[in-house]
T-cell receptor, first 113, second 113 residues
């Protein structure tokens, strides 16, 4: 069965700092990859997704992620975070037929103003 | 377009009772998935329904069941509630293809006393 690991459980940054959140998955076949965000009191929203093609994908709010197949990784990046980026971030994969998302454990990001 | 709606938003039950949660997908979406979110276990997939048929099932006991109606609305049922069933239950919908982007509802917060 596939699994997803997010290395950082809690990250604290100051505004304007750069962000990189790690995500690794274990599955040898074709995967679709996602990053979701959950702002305080709000529902899960899609930040970005990778299905195929250019391994560098851009999402909403200035986020981007790079798929490195050889490393089974899909790290999330943002050059300059804002206080409003304070949220919990989840990496997820779909590896089989259907729409079963396997999530990582999440990373809580706190951005200090 | 209206988003995914879930009812009720909050629920308090006692051990041994049963509960039914409801999810209305985005109009035109035919696939509905359910997830359980807890602080300890994170986000875990329960099951997916497509065209009134269960397409995928996660690793949960038989006390957890679901169904989908012809209008794509879905319900999940938990029988013989246990304290550990306290969680946020999330519903997500997608168009009906596989491995696609899913749209999440706000969730139902279930507390078991």
């Amino acid at each position: 069965a596939q699994s997803v690991s997010q290395h950082n459980h809690h990250v604290i940054l100051s505004e304007a700092a750069s962000l990189e959140l790690g995500c690794n998955y274990s599955y040898g076949g074709t995967v679709n990859l996602f990053w979701y965000v959950q702002y305080p009191g709000q529902h899960l929203q899609l930040l970005l997704k990778y299905f195929s093609g250019d391994p560098l994908v851009k999402g909403i709010k200035g986020f981007e992620a790079e798929f490195i197949k050889s490393k089974f990784s899909f790290n999330l990046r943002k050059p300059s975070v804002q206080w409003s980026d304070t949220a919990e971030y989840f990496c997820a994969v779909i590896a089989n037929a259907g729409n079963m998302l396997t999530f990582g454990g999440g990373t809580r990001l706190m951005v200090k103003p | 377009k209206a988003g995914v709606t879930q009812t009720p938003r909050y629920l308090i039950k006692t051990r041994g009772q049963q509960v039914t949660l409801s999810c209305s997908p985005i109009s035109g979406h035919r696939s509905v998935s359910w997830y359980q979110q807890t602080p300890g276990q994170g986000l875990q997939f329960l099951f997916e329904y497509f065209s009134e048929t269960q397409r995928n099932k996660g690793n949960f006991p038989g006390r957890f069941s679901g169904r989908q109606f012809s209008n794509s609305r879905s319900e999940m049922n938990v029988s013989t509630l246990e304290l550990g069933d306290s969680a946020l239950y999330l519903c997500a919908s997608t168009t009906g293809g596989t491995r696609g982007e899913q749209f999440f509802g706000p969730g139902t917060r279930l507390t078991v006393l």
